[in-house]
């Protein structure tokens, strides 16, 4: 990870996005071709979500983000959408490793305060963030070491292989 | 202070003195993926420096999720997990033997084991006492590498299970009761440990069926003390020298405990689009069903057949609903077939599907048209699971998929068992 300051639109959903609403079972024989399964990420909850998308942009959420499948392609998908960041006041455990795992921020916070649209601005290193859009400023809860050095690394693979091992 | 059940299995593959919170490296003992994570693995697998597997004969590759291949696509992705399976020397079980976590129930796992798989319901062996749990990708593609990953050691929620279930009642209906009670994400990073007398009149068949919906609680297992019965599923596989007996401390240190009277259940449905959204049977009455599914790695084994083919016994299924019928095993299927309980099932009208997930998650062999209404014995209800967002599914136990499936509207399976 270069940059610890990120800066984008929120593009807010609600409570229990499961991960057959990130990317649908269905398009399971996709799963080998990411680019064409891309295409689909979000479509059941929010159709327009791909197009909408700028680089750099957030997905906030509510309670229990990405609950259910284990498929780490729901979480390369939203990568390749363009989001820098989720924030979420709640994750399920195994989304939560694979978005580590692919170097995908995923900061838990009330995100109560953030509106669909709002301007945010995160410093990943001092742990806030900033709606731009309405002035509010808020914390995030702090992100365990283990997983904090896969983040750091850019993701699971790229720390394996820099340092061999778990380094607890 | 004692251990829990995760805290003995942490500390014994770690190598230290885990306890709840800490976080440690421990040595996986089975680790595996399907069809529709596997090819991600191994291409992750291949990005880092690793080119060996480090223990192939304790990694496995199951081709269940979409068998046979419904397309190319898939076709390719087998053909990808067969090349990796014969490069490495890896166990590999093709299309046809049935569902992972059957399999690793019925061949691999023990008491006392860490087992991973690349999917969330590999919760399942905590039916037997093994520390079961689902990951991504990225985590199995370095236990292939490394043999062992990270945990953070669970917190525990201790579910006490007292008295008898009422005829017609059973482990489906004590988990989703559970998981109405505490929520989809109720024990979110948590472990489920099952105890108390009931559990020593629990069939493994109920157990893995109680374990393998831990994760729609939000856990990351749901763990059953080993025993007598255990020992004599272990010794049916051909495995009985796998058997120690596990159990927890009695003054281990829970962060819950909560208690559930087998005898005041009735039969549950959870209703769409969440698992959690969970009411009594006989309340949802005249709800039409268009299909039926009787099978997964929740309910696809052989007792769950046994209820399903006494109920439908001699009857038909209602003309507006179809059942399709997936046995969780190759084994399971010889067994229904030996005992009658397939001729039973195809006399009444249903569809038996090949071993393996079928209609479950929604590429084939019984995905959902618009408006249309399952009522499925699987794990997951949520909006899109089964191939159309426009589709509405609810879960149930055999018994209440069986009854619904001859009056073609929820019905509590009660009446037909008098």
């Known amino acids: ?168 | 202070m004692g251990k829990t059940l995760s805290e003995k299995i942490l500390s014994q593959k770690s190598g230290t003195n885990a306890r709840a919170g800490d976080i440690v490296i421990a040595t996986v003992d089975w680790v595996f993926v399907q069809d529709t994570t596997g090819s991600l693995t191994i291409r992750q697998f291949r990005e880092s420096k690793h080119t060996t597997v480090a223990r192939p004969e304790r990694t496995a590759i199951f081709i269940d999720h979409a068998v046979p291949s419904p397309n190319r696509q898939f076709s390719n992705d087998h053909n990808f997990l067969r090349q990796f399976a014969r490069e490495t020397g890896c166990l590999f079980f093709e299309s046809g033997n049935g569902i992972c976590h059957q399999l690793v129930a019925e061949k691999l796992a023990s008491p006392g084991e860490i087992v991973v798989g690349a999917d969330s319901h590999t919760v399942t062996a905590g039916g037997l006492g093994a520390f079961a749990t689902g990951m991504g990708s990225s985590d199995v593609a370095v236990i292939f590498a490394l043999g062992k990953t990270w945990f953070r050691v669970p917190e525990t929620f201790k579910i006490n299970l007292i008295g008898r279930f009422q005829k017609a009642v059973d482990a489906k209906d004590l988990i989703l009761h559970l998981i109405g009670t505490i929520g989809a994400d109720g024990a979110t990073y948590k472990a489920l440990e099952f105890g108390g007398d009931a559990v020593s009149r629990l069939t493994i068949s109920q157990r893995l069926t109680v374990a393998n919906m831990a994760v729609e609680a939000g856990a990351k297992v749901g763990l059953f003390p080993s025993d007598h019965i255990t020992k004599r599923y272990l010794q049916e596989q051909g495995r009985g020298t796998n058997y120690i007996r596990l159990y927890p401390d009695e003054d281990a240190s829970y962060e819950q405990t909560l208690a559930i009277d087998l005898a005041e259940l009735e039969p549950m449905v959870a209703m769409p689009h969440s698992v959690d959204n969970v009411t009594p049977a006989h309340v949802l009455s005249g709800t039409k069903i268009d299909q039926v599914f009787i099978g997964t790695c929740t309910n696809g084994r052989l007792e769950d057949l046994a209820i399903a083919a006494k109920i439908l016994k001699g009857k038909k299924c209602h003309p507006n609903t179809r059942l399709i019928v997936a046995p969780a095993s190759r084994k399971v299927l010889l067994d229904a077939l030996r005992v009658g309980y397939i001729e039973v099932l195809l006399s009444a009208g249903a569809i038996v599907v090949p071993p393996g997930c079928a209609a479950c998650l929604g590429v084939h062999q019984g995905a959902l048209g618009d408006n249309e209404v399952c009522l499925s014995t699987a794990n997951r209800n949520f909006r899109g699971r089964m191939g159309n967002p426009q589709a509405f599914i609810y879960l149930a136990s055999p018994a209440t998929a069986a009854a619904s499936a001859i009056t073609g509207e929820i019905t509590d399976p009660r009446r037909f068992l008098e």
């Open chain 1, 1 to 168: 990870m270069t940059s610890t300051i990120l800066r984008g639109k929120a593009h807010k959903f609600g409570d229990g996005i499961s991960t057959d609403l990130i990317i649908p079972g269905k398009y399971s024989h996709l799963r080998s071709n990411l680019s064409e399964l891309a295409k689909h990420v979000m479509e059941d909850a929010d159709p327009s979500f791909v197009s909408k998308v700028q680089l750099g942009d957030f997905l906030v959420a509510g309670k229990n983000f990405g609950l259910g499948s284990s498929r780490e392609h729901a979480a390369v998908v939203i990568k390749m959408a363009g989001i820098s960041a989720i924030l979420a006041k709640s994750v399920a455990r195994i989304f939560f490793r694979n978005a580590i795992n692919q170097g995908l921020p995923i900061l838990i916070c009330n995100t109560d305060m953030i509106n669909d649209g709002d301007e945010l601005e995160i410093d990943l290193a001092a742990g806030t963030i900033t709606d731009l859009s309405s002035g509010t400023r808020l914390t995030f809860g702090r992100i365990p070491d283990v997983m904090l050095n896969i983040m750091r690394e850019g993701g699971l693979i790229p720390y394996i292989n820099k340092y061999g091992d778990f380094k607890l």
